[in-house]
């Protein structure tokens, strides 16, 4: 499969380059009803459904499209949307550059629970309590993304902004977690992520990170246990099988190349780490996407 990575400028021409907000039917009306080809973007996504149902796959795992939930979708996370004929809701898209034009620093949106670069990504549900607040946030984004006063990205950004702390004060990915703990480990967290992120290719032991990060390994394992619900191990593990699949699917690159880009000297090491861990062979999880 060839990759597809979309840019905003070039999927919506007569649009702003950096921020678009449509709704459902005004995406239908346009491109039709159809089922969705998995892609990745260079922008953040909010899908919020009104009425639609279907299902949303992000990064292999598949989500169901509920009335009255909100995804959240960051940049290269590759997804496909499938929603059942007739959906209402509303699509954000804005860019990294877009938030950094308006003033909203790139810590704003990596301190957020709402979006994962990796892992879980499941819908947001909307209260009743908040859907008020959100549908006024977006009439007055839609309002000022179709007008052409001065300040109308600023206008945006400031209600954009305002959504975006909305949904996340009523975001946990894991309602069980110990709040105490939550907000101790959050900055821990983020550094870890963040570094994972950089060093995956090369780095994949615990160790590599807790030195960089100037704490032990089992204090680092505990901390992000306590904040995502998984251990520092299992994340780096699964961020690595998460890429692996990406390449598998979207490049032409043979098993033994893959596992070199992802710091694998033995072939037979790295396929047996991705069986060990998804309960596949490598090659069998590619013919599997072709055949779709």
Known sequence: MKEKIYSLDLTFKEQAASFVILTMEEITAVQGDFADLPHRHNYYSVIWSFTATGKH??????????????????????????????????????????????????????????????????????????????????????????????????TIGAYLRLFLIECNSHCSLFPGANTQNLEVGRTLTQHFKKLVENNFHESHQVKDYASLLNVTPNYLNEVIRSTIGESAKDYI????????????????????????????????????????????????????????
Request: charged share 20%.
């Open 57 to 154: 796959i992000i990064d292999f795992r598949e989500y169901p499209i509920l009335p009255g939930h909100i995804f959240f979708v960051s940049p290269n996370q590759v997804h496909q949307v499938i929603t059942n004929p007739g959906s209402t809701g509303i699509l954000i898209f804005f860019t990294p550059e877009f938030l950094l034009k308006n003033s909203i620093q790139e810590d704003f949106v990596s301190n957020l629970k709402l979006f994962q670069d990796s892992g879980v990504t499941p819908a947001l549900p909307i209260g009743p309590e908040m859907e008020p607040k959100l549908m006024d946030f977006a009439v007055n984004m839609i309002s000022a993304f179709n007008s052409d006063h001065d300040m109308r990205l600023e």
């Open 237 to 292: 593990q699964n961020r690595i099988i998460l890429e692996a699949k990406r390449m598998l699917i979207f490049t032409k690159k043979s098993v033994k190349e893959i596992g070199y880009d992802l710091g694998f000297e033995d072939p037979s090491h790295f396929s047996k780490f991705y069986k060990t861990n998804t309960g596949m062979a490598l090659n069998a999880f590619r013919k599997v996407h072709e055949s779709r």
